[in-house]
C-alpha cells in the first residue's frame, strides 16, 4: 500500500481551518498528542522537502501513515503541514493512534521551552481539529501514550499544563466562519519532491 502523505502547506491557521470545512469530519477522533520532532529541527526544516523525506523514512518502517500536521515556526518555511489526511488515523503514538490526531512541532524541545509563537500556533492547530471534529479539549503528550518515550522533550511536557489551559480557552470561543476558495492561502506539492534530508524523529 502506497504512504499517505497529502504534503499540503497552510500559511496561517485560518486558511487550514478553512480548508478543512472543506473536508468531511468522521468520527475516529478524540482528542490529540503533541510531538517534538527532535530532527529536523528549526534551521533544519524544509518545508515541501522536509514532507516529502518523513515520508519516505516512515515508507521504509512498513508505515501507510504518520502524523498528520508538522507545525514550524522560526523556520524559513514557517506555517502548518499536512501529512496524513486528518480524515483517517495517523500513526504517531501506539495505542493513541486509534483516537488522536497526531501533531508534530518542528524542534528539539528537551532542554529548551517552546517558544510563545510555537505553543500559539499549536493551541490554534488543535483548535481547528477539534473544532472540526466537534471534540473536547483533550490533549495528551506522545510520552502519555507511550511511557518510556522522551517525546515531546522534557521542557515541552512541562509546558503541557499551558497548552492545555489555552486549548481549553480557545475552544470557548466562538469561531469565525472559515471562507475557503479556490485562491486561499494554501501551497499543496506532491510527495515527489526530491530532496534528501536526514530526519531521526523520535517515535
Known amino acids: 500500500m502506497s504512504f499517505h502523505n497529502l504534503n ?27 510531538h517534538n520532532t527532535f530532527k529536523p529541527d528549526e534551521a533544519q526544516w524544509r518545508g515541501h ?3 516529502t523525506t518523513m515520508a519516505g523514512f516512515y515508507a521504509a518502517k512498513g508505515w501507510t501513515t504518520g502524523p498528520h500536521c508538522y507545525l514550524a515556526s522560526g523556520t524559513a518555511h514557517d506555517g502548518i503541514w499536512v501529512m496524513t489526511p486528518p480524515t483517517m488515523p495517523g500513526t504517531h503514538a501506539g495505542d ?12 528539539d524541545f528537551d532542554q529548551r521551552l517552546m517558544t510563545r509563537a510555537q505553543l500559539v500556533l499549536l493551541v490554534q492547530a488543535a483548535t481547528a481539529l477539534h473544532r472540526w471534529q466537534d471534540i473536547g479539549p483533550d490533549l495528551v503528550a506522545h510520552r502519555d501514550c507511550m511511557p518510556g518515550r522522551t517525546c515531546p522533550g522534557n521542557a515541552a511536557y512541562a509546558q503541557k499544563p499551558i ?12 469561531p469565525a466562519s472559515p471562507a475557503y ?8 506539492l506532491t510527495s515527489t519532491t526530491p530532496r534528501s534530508e536526514e530526519h531521526t524523529s523520535e517515535l
Request: one cysteine or more.
Open 96 to 107: 493513541c493512534n486509534r483516537t488522536r490526531f497526531g501533531i508534530e512541532v518542528v524542534g
Open 8 to 34: 499540503l502547506h497552510f500559511a496561517s491557521p485560518s486558511a487550514f481551518a478553512a480548508w478543512l470545512a472543506t473536508q468531511a469530519p468522521g468520527t475516529w477522533a478524540t482528542g490529540s498528542t503533541y
Open 163 to 174: 497548552i492545555q489551559a489555552m486549548l481549553a480557552a480557545a475552544l470557548m470561543v466562538p
Open 49 to 51: 522537502a522536509s514532507m
Open 181 to 188: 476558495s479556490e485562491d486561499s492561502p494554501i501551497l499543496g
